[in-house]
């Protein structure tokens, strides 16, 4: 594996790009502040906008780690910022795969997020895809990994648009620690 970092994505309708301190009133609206949206989520919704900066402003300081994968869903016609997908290193959830995971690698997982407004048009799926493909094309990965909490079915479906096959059941964490039960999905470069 090579690690290139957030690098500038595009498909045929979306353009996923580095986001910054400046996307702070966006994001807040258009999702981040939502708890409908944010139910699912590790996190729990900003209740300000201030937090919603506070977040970017970090994410802003690692963009020029290699390692370091973090995109805006963008509109590429319009520029309205409505989403984020993330790759993510997930060491808590080594265990359970039924893949040999000395053999391939860490976990890495992919995450990801849309404002309401644009649920149920394609997007999530298209964002995964055009991450999927970078990672394993160009970082170079064998595997990736995908959970997603049990009620939130729309986000598996997601996951099996884009070629992800169920692994297992599993326990992950909120940031706070609450345990939420979870299915885990993985994706071998291999089966693309």
Same mark, same amino acid.
């Given at each position: 594996?090579?690690?290139?970092?957030?690098?500038? @994505?595009?498909?045929?309708? @979306?353009?996923?790009?580095?986001?910054? /301190?400046?996307?702070?009133?966006?994001?807040?609206?258009?999702?981040?502040?939502?708890?409908?949206?944010?139910?699912?989520?590790? &996190?729990? !919704?900003?209740?300000?906008?201030?937090?919603?900066?506070? /977040?970017?402003?970090? &994410?802003?300081?690692?963009?020029?780690?290699?390692?370091?994968?973090?995109?805006? $869903?963008?509109?590429?016609?319009?520029? *309205?910022?409505?989403?984020?997908?993330?790759?993510?290193?997930?060491? !808590?959830?080594?265990? =359970? &795969?039924? @893949?040999?995971?000395?053999?391939? =690698?860490? *976990?890495?997982?992919?995450?990801?997020?849309?404002?309401?407004?644009?649920?149920?048009?394609?997007?999530?799926?298209?964002?995964?895809? !055009?991450?999927?493909?970078? &990672?394993?094309?160009?970082?170079?990965?064998?595997?990736?990994?995908?959970?997603?909490?049990?009620?939130?079915?729309?986000?598996? !479906?997601?996951?099996?648009?884009?070629?992800?096959?169920?692994?297992?059941?599993? $326990?992950?964490?909120?940031?706070?620690?609450?345990? *939420?039960?979870?299915?885990?999905?993985?994706?071998?470069?291999?089966?693309?």
């Amino acid at each position: 594996m090579k690690h290139c970092g957030t690098q500038e @994505l595009e498909t045929g309708r @979306l353009l996923l790009r580095r986001l910054s /301190i400046d996307d702070s009133e966006m994001m807040y609206n258009n999702w981040a502040s939502d708890k409908q949206v944010t139910r699912y989520l590790r &996190w729990n !919704a900003h209740r300000s906008w201030g937090e919603t900066a506070e /977040i970017l402003n970090e &994410w802003e300081k690692h963009y020029e780690e290699p390692t370091f994968y973090q995109w805006g $869903i963008t509109d590429k016609h319009t520029g *309205v910022l409505f989403g984020s997908i993330s790759l993510f290193p997930d060491p !808590a959830q080594k265990a =359970g &795969w039924h @893949l040999n995971t000395e053999r391939l =690698g860490d *976990v890495w997982e992919t995450g990801y997020v849309l404002g309401r407004k644009w649920w149920n048009k394609g997007y999530a799926t298209e964002a995964l895809c !055009a991450v999927r493909d970078y &990672w394993f094309d160009t970082v170079g990965a064998d595997w990736l990994a995908a959970i997603h909490d049990n009620e939130n079915v729309a986000s598996g !479906a997601v996951m099996l648009k884009a070629g992800f096959v169920y692994d297992h059941d599993v $326990i992950d964490r909120k940031f706070d620690g609450t345990p *939420v039960p979870c299915r885990a999905y993985h994706l071998l470069k291999e089966d693309l």
